[in-house]
């Protein structure tokens, strides 16, 4: 029963990059049915991929098992990691994101190699540890390990949660790209009734900043809303208040839609400083870059799918933040994010409705079904 494994699942506390043996749960089920494990660990990340059937094409679920802190559990109704059912409600740490999505997976495989054993293609899952991390030996790795071992993954449905009021209600086909910028911005230190014998970097840099807040830069495509930038954190000063610092801080973020790429940001964003005249620093942090699958076959599956469960017609969207599907999806794959409800992942009482996972396993049990036979 899916709700049975998502509560073992929320059980094991695996605070990124710890996996706590939820991947072990999940390899010792599929194995008993004839699913191939390969555990994979990176660094201190862990990864599976386990597989049934063999050939094209390879239809993949991807989720992951690590969550976020909980912050002061004092804060919860209940233990975060002692899951509950309040008011037809699963709470726990991962319950929306995304544990019960795992769970929904993992059921859905039995199900459907169950009913189908000699079904066409291979029919796999993919989990890592790593995707509320810094995302460096996951999926990315896995992906990698996949292309030199001859596996190409075709088709690659995500349990990230997508859905905004009603289960099904949006469908991500894309996520947009990221970059992150650390900017530091040098000026000299003095005393502040003496300002005429020191720099204030935060004067100097206040105007740049807010010509980039300002800034358009892009107006989007039809698969994407405009780029937006935002300041994320800023950082000056000795703590006294009467010292101007000799530098500030600041970093940035920018979520890129497929109408700009990074290098025609960095320029922008350089030629914006330079004309400002600040004597700065700056540091770019590799991007994610952005995904889309327009069309396909698996975005009809997953349409269809949705509309036969719910009665709802999804709508596709590229919003919110990143997923691992950028990791797939530039080898070609066909990549579309179906989950629960988004409206409580990384917050207090974290928490998923029982009905809709059940009905979200069967979805995926659907797609799959549309999928390899």
Same mark, same amino acid.
């Given at each position: 029963?899916?709700?049975?494994?998502?509560?073992?699942?929320?059980?094991?506390?695996?605070?990124?990059?710890?996996?706590?043996?939820?991947?072990?749960?999940?390899?010792?089920?599929?194995?008993?049915?004839?699913?191939?494990?390969?555990?994979?660990?990176?660094?201190?990340?862990?990864?599976?991929?386990?597989?049934?059937?063999?050939?094209?094409?390879?239809?993949?679920?991807?989720?992951?098992?690590?969550?976020?802190?909980?912050?002061?559990?004092?804060?919860?109704?209940?233990?975060?990691?002692?899951?509950?059912?309040?008011?037809?409600?699963?709470?726990?740490?991962?319950?929306?994101?995304?544990?019960?999505?795992?769970?929904?997976?993992?059921?859905?495989?039995?199900?459907?190699?169950?009913?189908?054993?000699?079904?066409?293609?291979?029919?796999?899952?993919?989990?890592?540890?790593?995707?509320?991390?810094?995302?460096?030996?996951?999926?990315?790795?896995?992906?990698?390990?996949?292309?030199?071992?001859?596996?190409?993954?075709?088709?690659?449905?995500?349990?990230?949660?997508?859905?905004?009021?009603?289960?099904?209600?949006?469908?991500?086909?894309?996520?947009?790209?990221?970059?992150?910028?650390?900017?530091?911005?040098?000026?000299?230190?003095?005393? #502040?009734?003496?300002?005429?014998? %020191? *720099? +204030?970097? $935060?004067?100097? &840099?206040?105007?740049? =900043?807010?010509?980039?807040?300002?800034?358009?830069?892009?107006?989007?495509?039809?698969?994407?809303?405009?780029?937006?930038?935002?300041?994320?954190? #800023?950082?000056?000063?000795?703590? %006294? *208040? +009467?010292? $101007?610092?000799? &530098?500030?801080?600041? =970093?940035?973020?920018?979520?890129?839609?497929?109408?700009?790429?990074?290098?025609?940001?960095?320029?922008?964003?350089?030629?914006?400083?330079?004309?400002?005249?600040?004597?700065?620093?700056? *540091?770019?942090?590799?991007?994610?870059?952005?995904?889309?699958?327009?069309?396909?076959?698996?975005?009809?599956?997953?349409?269809?799918?949705?509309?036969?469960?719910?009665?709802?017609?999804?709508?596709?969207?590229?919003?919110?933040?990143?997923?691992?599907?950028?990791?797939?999806?530039?080898?070609?794959?066909?990549?579309?994010?179906?989950?629960?409800?988004?409206?409580?992942?990384?917050?207090?009482?974290?928490?998923?409705?029982?009905?809709?996972?059940?009905?979200?396993?069967?979805?995926?049990?659907?797609?799959?079904?549309?999928?390899?036979?």
């Amino acid at each position: 029963m899916t709700i049975e494994l998502a509560k073992e699942l929320i059980r094991r506390r695996s605070v990124t990059p710890e996996d706590a043996g939820c991947q072990h749960v999940i390899a010792a089920r599929l194995q008993r049915i004839a699913f191939s494990a390969e555990h994979l660990r990176y660094g201190e990340v862990d990864n599976l991929w386990i597989a049934h059937g063999r050939g094209s094409p390879v239809v993949t679920l991807l989720g992951h098992t690590d969550v976020v802190p909980t912050g002061p559990a004092s804060a919860w109704t209940s233990d975060p990691f002692v899951p509950e059912i309040r008011d037809g409600h699963l709470y726990g740490r991962g319950a929306a994101d995304m544990k019960g999505s795992v769970a929904a997976m993992t059921t859905a495989l039995e199900r459907f190699v169950a009913r189908r054993p000699k079904h066409t293609g291979t029919a796999a899952l993919l989990l890592t540890s790593d995707e509320e991390g810094e995302a460096q030996n996951g999926t990315r790795k896995v992906v990698e390990h996949l292309t030199g071992k001859g596996t190409r993954i075709d088709y690659c449905l995500v349990g990230e949660p997508s859905s905004r009021d009603k289960l099904g209600d949006s469908i991500k086909n894309g996520r947009r790209g990221s970059l992150t910028g650390q900017l530091t911005v040098h000026g000299v230190q003095g005393h #502040v009734a003496y300002p005429h014998l %020191a *720099d +204030n970097p $935060i004067h100097s &840099a206040a105007p740049a =900043l807010a010509e980039l807040c300002a800034t358009e830069w892009d107006r989007g495509n039809a698969y994407y809303p405009p780029t937006s930038f935002q300041i994320s954190n #800023v950082n000056g000063g000795t703590g %006294a *208040d +009467n010292v $101007i610092p000799g &530098a500030v801080e600041i =970093l940035f973020n920018f979520r890129f839609s497929t109408a700009l790429n990074e290098d025609e940001i960095s320029k922008r964003v350089t030629q914006l400083l330079d004309r400002h005249g600040l004597k700065y620093r700056l *540091d770019w942090r590799p991007a994610s870059q952005p995904f889309l699958t327009p069309s396909g076959r698996l975005l009809d599956a997953v349409k269809q799918v949705v509309q036969e469960f719910t009665g709802l017609a999804p709508e596709l969207s590229t919003g919110g933040g990143t997923s691992d599907g950028r990791f797939v999806a530039p080898a070609g794959a066909e990549v579309v994010e179906l989950g629960p409800l988004n409206r409580t992942i990384h917050k207090v009482d974290e928490c998923v409705n029982v009905n809709d996972l059940e009905t979200l396993s069967s979805m995926y049990e659907k797609i799959l079904e549309r999928m390899l036979t």
